[in-house]
């Protein structure tokens, strides 16, 4: 069997003679893995949602990079030609997801190896990568236990804020610190700014209600902290 799989991946890059049929194949297996990785990305994908536009570039970028890999082909003055071409492309977008980018490098490395003529091996590189991130995603890997939060707690002037609310925040969280006071309201109200940790398990909403049972039922906002900790 593996003397078999090599036969059939022991191969060369294409001759560069370039035919109406070698360009279609390279783009209906381009097209066809970015398709594949496209979708592994939608079914990986941990945000509330994701970008269409950016499912859109990696379903693309194999068939283009395959493309413009055929017609460069060995010649050394295309290559040069091609490189000054891209060198005057600035991408004007937003820094996106890490993950994001990696997947922008999968679907070039999966268009150079078809454009290089060696659509088997770009086959296999996708089965494998997108396999370890289905793995990955099932396994939850690399997702912290406790998630840190921001807490932002809005009491009227005339409450004393120091300690008010240390028995329900030790009762809900592995560890808290209060990180920022300010005024609002022209003076008449304060916001205490918390950095927390909740419990394994703990039940946000009864945290809140009795929260607001102590700050008059004012504003109370609860929100996933920044990358930066506040607290190692």
Excluded: W
């Excluded at 269409?52 to 283009?64: A, D, E, R, V």
């Excluded at 999968?106 to 088997?120: E, Q, R, Y």
């Excluded at 209600?209 to 902290?225: F, K, P, Q, V, Y």
């Amino acid at each position: 069997m593996l003397n078999y799989l090599n036969t059939i991946f022991n191969q060369t890059a294409l001759d560069t003679t370039l035919t109406v049929q070698s360009i279609l194949i390279s783009l209906l297996v381009s097209f066809a893995i970015g398709m594949f990785i496209a979708f592994t990305y939608m079914k990986t994908h941990r945000g509330t949602s994701y970008s269409q536009n950016f499912t859109l570039t990696l379903l693309m970028i194999p068939s283009i990079i395959a493309i413009i890999i055929t017609l460069v082909g060995s010649d050394l003055a295309r290559a040069f030609s091609l490189a000054g071409a891209f060198s005057i492309i600035r991408f004007r977008s937003a820094p996106g997801d890490p993950k994001d980018i990696a997947y922008v490098f999968f679907a070039l490395a999966v268009g150079l190896a078809v454009g290089v003529g060696l659509p088997l091996y770009a086959v296999l590189f996708a089965l494998v990568f997108c396999g370890f991130m289905f793995i990955i995603q099932a396994v939850d890997f690399g997702r912290k236990k406790d998630v840190e939060k921001t807490l932002k707690i809005t009491i009227p002037e005339d409450l004393d804020y120091e300690g008010v609310f240390d028995d329900i925040l030790e009762k809900y969280t592995t560890k808290y610190q209060l990180m920022k006071v300010k005024t609002t309201d022209l003076g008449s109200l304060f916001e205490l700014v918390y950095a927390i940790r909740f419990k394994s398990g703990e039940n946000e909403k009864e945290f809140i209600d009795e929260l607001r049972c102590r700050n008059g039922n004012l504003n109370i906002t609860l929100s996933l902290a920044g990358e930066n900790a506040y607290y190692a």
